[in-house]
C-alpha cells in the first residue's frame, strides 16, 4: 500500500503548518487553496507573535500555548521573526493596579516579564506617551503572516506535498458516509476536478463552517471579526500593549515602516463580505493615540478587516470566548475521513497542526511522532521559486 | 457613505489567451481602496477573477499591478483618488513579469533572484529580554541605533512586490539583467553580514553584464517602489564599491 493520502483545505497558517506536520511524517498531502496563500484571515491579521501577556490573566491555557509556541517559532523560523519584544503600559491608575496580577500571570505561565522605570521606557520608546506609569517588558514580536505561511508551505513542498492555489473546493466527495475527496475548480483554467484522498482536513478558518456543511455537518465556528488601522509611519520599535484587560485600541504592532493599531471586535455572518465600520476606525485612532500620541500627526496607510474563526461558546461574549482551538473528528458526527481544525491563532498554528496531524495520523495507522517544534523551515522563497 | 465605480479589469484565459477589457460597477465604501472594489468585483459579479493579496495594508507585497497604466499596490490605492485619474479605473498585470491569469503574475523567476541575495528580514530589539531558546541561533543581532526613527526603517522593507520589475525599462531589454529589487537586496545583505568572504560574494554577484551595469540609470524602480527601498541608489552604491575594489587591484 501507497502512502496514505490527505487533503488539507486552507493554506492560512493552519493549513499551512498542518502540511508540513503531515509531509514530516510522511503523508502525501495535498493542500487546496482558493485564493493565494493567506489570502484569508491570515494574511490579513495583526502580525504579533504573541508572547501569551495578552491573555495570561484570563486564560493560563492560552498564555502558556503562546509563549510554547513563541519559542518554538524562533527555532524554526529565524529569519522571519522581528524579535522586538513587547511593553505592557499603564497609563490609569486602573492599568496600574493591574500590573500585579500581570506579573503574577506571567510567571504563572512562564512568560519573561520584566519591569521598566518609566523613563527607561521612554528612552527606548521616543514616542511612547509621558502619561506612562508603569511598563513591563515581554518576548512578544512580529511576523509577516504571508511568509509565516510560505515557509511552512515550501518546508512541506520540500517533503513532497503538493500545494495547489487558486483552487477552490466546490465540493466534498463521499459514499457511504465517508469523504473520499473534494471536488475543486481550478481558478486560473476553470476545469474542474476531482481529488480523492484518504482523508480531508478542513482548515477553512471562518469558512470552516460553509465547508462542513458540505459534509452536512455542523462546526460552531463563529466570524468574529475585528479591524486594524495602519499608519503611513513606524511609531514604536517593541508592540506596546495596554496593561489591562484586552479591549479596542489596546495594542499598536510595529511592522517595518508602518505600525499598526488593533482591534475591535464583532461578529458577521458571511466572511467574505466584511464591511469595516466608520467607528471602528475612529475608536482605534483616539485609543491608538492614548499609547502613542504622535498617531495624531501619521497618516492612515490601511484599513482592514478579518475574522476570527472563535470556536463559540453559547451565551459567552467573543472577547471572553477562550483563544485556543478544537480539533473535530467528523466521525462523531457519522461522517468518517473528515476532521477539523480551528480557533486559536497563527502563533499557535505548529500546535494546532500538531494536534490535528496526531489524529489523522491515528486514524490513517501512520505511526511518526510529531517533528515539528525542532526542524527549521527552509527559506519561505522557495514556494515561488524554481530552484 | 459609499460611492459606486466602474472598474475596466484585464482578462485572459488560460496561457494568456483571449485577452480583453472587462467593465464592472462595484458600489463600495467611500474610503475602499482600489483592491476593495477589485474584491468585490470578485465578491459579487465573477468568482472567476484571480488577483493575489493577503495582508492589505502594503506589507505582503503580493497585489501589485497596475492601477491605470502605473504600479501601485492597490490595497493602498484610494479609489476615489483612482477615479479622479481615470474613470473607469483601469487594472492589468505587472509589466515584465509571465502573464498567470488575470490580474496574476507568475512570480517564480523573481524569486529565484530574491532567494539567491540571500537578505533575511530579520531584526531584533535594542534592549532584549533574555528568552530560553535551548541555544539555537536566532541570527538576530541588535540594531545600531542613530537617533530618531530613521533607524526603524532598513532594505528589509522591501515587500517583494516587483513593481520596481514592472517598472524597470532595463528589464524590458533585457530578461537576465538581475533587476532592482535584487540588486538591492545584495547591498542590504552585504551590509548585514560580518562575513568577509560573504560579502565578496555578494559583490560578486551585483558585478557583471547583467547585474549594476546593466542599468540605464531611469530611476524608475526608486520612483515606484512603495516601500521606500530605493533600488536605484543601492545600485549606484554598488557600482562604487566595484569600482572601488577594481581600484584595490582586487578584482580577478
Ligand atoms: C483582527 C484579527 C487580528 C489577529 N491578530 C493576530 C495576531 O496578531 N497574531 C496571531 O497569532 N493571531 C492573530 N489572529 C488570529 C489568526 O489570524 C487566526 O487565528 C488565523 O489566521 C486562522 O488561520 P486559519 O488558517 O485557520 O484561517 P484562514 O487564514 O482564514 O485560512 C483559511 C483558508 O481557507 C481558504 N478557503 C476557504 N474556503 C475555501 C474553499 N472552498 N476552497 C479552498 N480554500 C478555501 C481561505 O481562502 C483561507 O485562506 C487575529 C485574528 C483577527 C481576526
Ligand atoms: S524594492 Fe520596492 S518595488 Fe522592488 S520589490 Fe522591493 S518593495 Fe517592491
Ligand atoms: S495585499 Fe499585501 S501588499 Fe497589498
Not at chain 1, 509621558?130 to 503572516?145: C, I, K, S, Y
Not at chain 1, 483552487?167 to 458516509?177: F, K, R
Not at chain 2, 507568475?106 to 532567494?115: E, K
Not at chain 2, 526613527?149 to 514592472?166: K, M, P, T
Request: charged share 25%; proline share 5%.
Amino acid at each position: 500500500m501507497g502512502r496514505p493520502r490527505v487533503i488539507v483545505i486552507g493554506a492560512g497558517s493552519t493549513g499551512a503548518a498542518t502540511a508540513h506536520d503531515l509531509a514530516l511524517r510522511g503523508v502525501d498531502v495535498v493542500v487546496v487553496e482558493r485564493g493565494e496563500v493567506a489570502s484569508g484571515t491570515t494574511g490579513r491579521n495583526h502580525c504579533l507573535l504573541h508572547s501569551g501577556g495578552r491573555y495570561c490573566v484570563t486564560d493560563d491555557e492560552a498564555g502558556i500555548e503562546c509563549i510554547d509556541e513563541n519559542l518554538a517559532l524562533r527555532r524554526i523560523m529565524p529569519d522571519l521573526l522581528e524579535l522586538n519584544d513587547g511593553l505592557f503600559v499603564a497609563t490609569t491608575e486602573e492599568d496600574l493596579a493591574y500590573k500585579d496580577a500581570f506579573l503574577e500571570a506571567c510567571a504563572r505561565c512562564h512568560i519573561p516579564a520584566r519591569e521598566l522605570e518609566p523613563d527607561r521606557a521612554r528612552q527606548l520608546e521616543p514616542f511612547l506617551t509621558p502619561d506612562v506609569l508603569a511598563a513591563v517588558q515581554v518576548p512578544d514580536g512580529v511576523f509577516e503572516p504571508y511568509r509565516f505561511c510560505l515557509a511552512f508551505l515550501a518546508t512541506a513542498q520540500a517533503n513532497g506535498a503538493q500545494v495547489r492555489t487558486f483552487t477552490e473546493v466546490v465540493d466534498l466527495d463521499s459514499t457511504n458516509g465517508y469523504v473520499t475527496g473534494v471536488t475543486v475548480v481550478d481558478r486560473l483554467t476553470g476545469r474542474t476536478d476531482t481529488l480523492g484522498a484518504d482523508l480531508v482536513i478542513n482548515a477553512g478558518g471562518p469558512w470552516a463552517e460553509h465547508l462542513a456543511s458540505m459534509a452536512e455537518v455542523d462546526v460552531p465556528v463563529s466570524p468574529t471579526p475585528g479591524v486594524m488601522v495602519t499608519m503611513g509611519r513606524r511609531l514604536n520599535n517593541m508592540v506596546i500593549n495596554r496593561l489591562n484587560v484586552p479591549s479596542d485600541g489596546d495594542i499598536v504592532v510595529p511592522q517595518r515602516t508602518t505600525s499598526i493599531i488593533g482591534t475591535t471586535s464583532w461578529s458577521v455572518d458571511d466572511p467574505d463580505h466584511i464591511p469595516i465600520p466608520a467607528d471602528h476606525v475612529t475608536r482605534m485612532l483616539d485609543r491608538g493615540r492614548d499609547l502613542l500620541p504622535e498617531i495624531a500627526a501619521a497618516s492612515i496607510r490601511g484599513v482592514m478587516a478579518v475574522a476570527r474563526p472563535l470556536i463559540s461558546k453559547p451565551g459567552v461574549d467573543a472577547r471572553l470566548v477562550s483563544r485556543t482551538f478544537e480539533c473535530f473528528d467528523h466521525k462523531a458526527d457519522g461522517v468518517e475521513g473528515f476532521v477539523t481544525i480551528s480557533g486559536g491563532k497563527t502563533t499557535t498554528a505548529r500546535a494546532m497542526a500538531e494536534k490535528v496531524a496526531d489524529i489523522v495520523c491515528g486514524k490513517l495507522g501512520v505511526d511518526a511522532p510529531c517533528r515539528t517544534t525542532d526542524i527549521p523551515l527552509v527559506d519561505h522563497r522557495r514556494f515561488h521559486a524554481r530552484s | 457613505m459609499t460611492i459606486t465605480a466602474t472598474l475596466e479589469v484585464f482578462r485572459c484565459g488560460p496561457g494568456g489567451t483571449d485577452r480583453r477589457f472587462e467593465e464592472h460597477e462595484v458600489t463600495v465604501h467611500d474610503d475602499a481602496t482600489v483592491l476593495d472594489a477589485i474584491e468585490a468585483v470578485w465578491a459579487r459579479h465573477d468568482r472567476s477573477l484571480t488577483f493575489r493579496h493577503a495582508c492589505h495594508h502594503a506589507s505582503c507585497g503580493t497585489c501589485g499591478i497596475l492601477v491605470n497604466g502605473v504600479e501601485a499596490l492597490p490595497c493602498i490605492a484610494d479609489l476615489s483618488e483612482a477615479l479622479r485619474q481615470r474613470s473607469p479605473v483601469r487594472v492589468e498585470p505587472l509589466r515584465n513579469l509571465p502573464l498567470a491569469g488575470d490580474l496574476t503574475v507568475d512570480v517564480a523567476g523573481f524569486f529565484d533572484r530574491m532567494r539567491a541575495s540571500t537578505m533575511t528580514i530579520t531584526r531584533t530589539a535594542e534592549d532584549r529580554l533574555p528568552i530560553p531558546t535551548d541555544g539555537g541561533d536566532l541570527r538576530a543581532r541588535p540594531v545600531e541605533v542613530a537617533d530618531g526613527l530613521a533607524r526603524f526603517n532598513r532594505f528589509e522593507n522591501c515587500v517583494e512586490c516587483g513593481i520596481c520589475i514592472s517598472a524597470c525599462p532595463t528589464m524590458a531589454t533585457d530578461d537576465r539583467f538581475r533587476g532592482p529589487a535584487m540588486l538591492a537586496a545584495l547591498a542590504r545583505a552585504r551590509v548585514e553580514t560580518d562575513d568577509p568572504q560573504e560579502r565578496e560574494r555578494l559583490l560578486d554577484l551585483a558585478d557583471g553584464e547583467h547585474g549594476v551595469w546593466r542599468c540605464h540609470g531611469a530611476w524608475e524602480c526608486t520612483t515606484r517602489c512603495p516601500q521606500q527601498v530605493d533600488p536605484a541608489e543601492s545600485i549606484m552604491q554598488q557600482r562604487r564599491d566595484l569600482l572601488r575594489r577594481r581600484l584595490r587591484g582586487r578584482v580577478r
